[in-house]
């Protein structure tokens, strides 16, 4: 066969892999990646016009658009492979301009959905986009679906979560308010009780005082029944309409969001610091899960750094 600037043209063999590690600038300058890393492309032996480009060892870097898209993808080797139409023929420039493009499609995906792009590359993994809840209950009725997280986290270990508590604005505040006023009205009619009985309490005893006073012809100086009716503190009190705070229903949302964590951390023993809450929202009661990146930064290299390592 014979190589071309743009074109391969191979006779009867089949190309096993060919290594593209001068291209690996070109996808680190485009994707946002650490420079460094190593990319095959590898044809087909069963299908004539299909190959899978491999990646290995690329990290992003920490501005890079493409953290989250290559969390989804890359494997706890390091490493990830991309599926392309292209024949055994194809040159480098046609294998880089299709691996970029179908990155670019990719990011695009893992922006809306990034759960969309893990059931293409983890079609045996059944992930829980959301746990619902009984409208105005700080705890879901249960929780097993969140198991599948651990096993994500072994194939895809620079994935994190986010969580997110969320509440109905109107179940969860007519529900809410429905149980503030019932404790109200309760508590109110407790004290008209008590009010009630004191009342009944003390003119009993005036009216004791006042028999004992006529029983030993003792006048009546001051008849105390109508003071006793009319003291303000014995009067029953009106029911009023109870109002719910401003932060009941945020805070209502944060306490799912962190029975959701706990189970997760706690139950699952997931690491703590791949787990994150975000801010309560209005969008009903339910606790979101966000996928989102994870990744470790290598520590900076510092000239004392490099002293210390040299001593």
């Known amino acids: 066969g014979q190589m071309y600037r743009d074109r391969t043209e191979v006779d009867n ?27 095959r492309w590898v044809p087909s032996a069963e299908q004539k016009d299909r ?49 970029l493009k179908k990155l670019q499609r990719l990011h695009l995906q893992a922006v809306v959905s990034p759960q969309t792009v893990l059931e293409k590359t983890l079609p045996d993994l059944t992930l829980p986009e959301r746990i619902d809840f009984i ?15 651990l096993s994500l986290f072994t194939r895809r270990p620079h994935l994190g979560l986010h969580i997110r508590g969320c509440y109905d604005d109107t179940a969860d505040r007519e529900y809410l308010l429905r149980m ?39 006048p009546i100086d001051e008849d105390l029944i109508p003071v006793l009716e009319a003291r303000e503190d014995l009067q029953p009190l009106p029911r009023q309409q109870v109002e719910l705070p401003e932060e009941v229903l945020p805070e209502l949302a944060r306490q799912r969001a962190l029975v959701v964590q706990k189970y997760l951390v706690d139950t699952l023993k997931l690491p703590a610091e791949k787990i994150s809450l975000a801010e309560p929202a209005p969008d009903g009661p339910r606790v979101d899960i966000l996928l989102k990146p994870n990744w470790k930064q290598p520590p900076k290299t510092t000239q004392a750094s490099i002293d210390e390592e040299k001593e």
């Open 13 to 39: 063999f089949t190309v096993a892999e060919l290594s593209m590690d001068n291209a690996v600038g070109q996808f680190a300058g485009q994707l946002g990646l650490e420079e460094k890393g190593g990319i």
């Open 51 to 99: 190959g899978d480009i491999h990646f290995s060892g690329f990290l992003p870097r920490p501005d890079s658009e493409f953290s989250l898209l290559l969390a989804l993808l890359t494997d706890n080797d390091g490493k990830f492979s991309l599926p392309l139409p292209l024949p055994a023929t194809a040159s480098f420039a046609q294998i880089n301009e299709a691996a």
């Open 135 to 149: 409208v105005g209950d700080r705890l879901p009725d249960f929780m097993d679906d969140l198991d599948n997280f």
């Open 180 to 218: 503030l006023q019932e404790e109200e009205d309760y508590r109110v009619d407790l004290e008209n009780v008590r009010r009630q009985e004191e009342m009944a309490r003390l003119i009993a005893e005036e009216e004791l005082r006042q028999v004992e006073l006529v029983n030993t012809d003792i």
